[in-house]
């Protein structure tokens, strides 16, 4: 079993900040692509980035140039730097990880539970 647990989310201001974190937890043999999704209010849920294991990143066009996805591989963490942040920035975060668990030879998604990241003066 593998536990996601995101953190970093919070209340800033237009132009701020935030580092999003997400740290997984059990029965890991590895993990391959990382990703972050955000869901607003009313709206589906959509892709902000992705990295693969070896560092390899995408981002949306939405977040392209403002937002910095990486991993620190040796203590199976994922990151997500938010800078410029913007009202429409506002959503809960979720992390996304597809994981090879030491019971078995296929890799299975698992998501974190959300944190929320709100915009706003």
């Known amino acids: 079993q593998v536990q996601l647990v995101e953190s970093g989310g919070g209340l800033v201001q237009p132009g701020g900040s935030l580092r999003l974190s997400c740290a997984a937890a059990?029965?890991?043999?590895?993990?391959?692509?990382m990703s972050w999704y955000r869901q607003a209010p009313g709206k589906q849920r959509e892709w902000v980035a992705t990295?693969?294991?070896?560092?390899?990143?995408n981002y949306a066009d939405s977040v392209l140039g403002r937002f910095t996805i990486s991993r620190d591989n040796a203590k199976n963490t994922g990151y997500l730097q938010m800078n410029s942040l913007k009202p429409e920035d506002t959503a809960v975060y979720y992390c996304?990880?597809?994981?090879?668990?030491?019971?078995?030879?296929?890799?299975?998604?698992?998501w974190g539970q959300g944190t929320q990241v709100t915009v706003s003066s």
């Open positions: 996304k990880a597809a994981v090879v668990t030491t019971t078995a030879s296929y890799e299975y998604v698992y």
């Open positions: 990295i693969s294991s070896s560092g390899r990143t």
């Open positions: 059990g029965s890991i043999f590895s993990i391959n692509a």
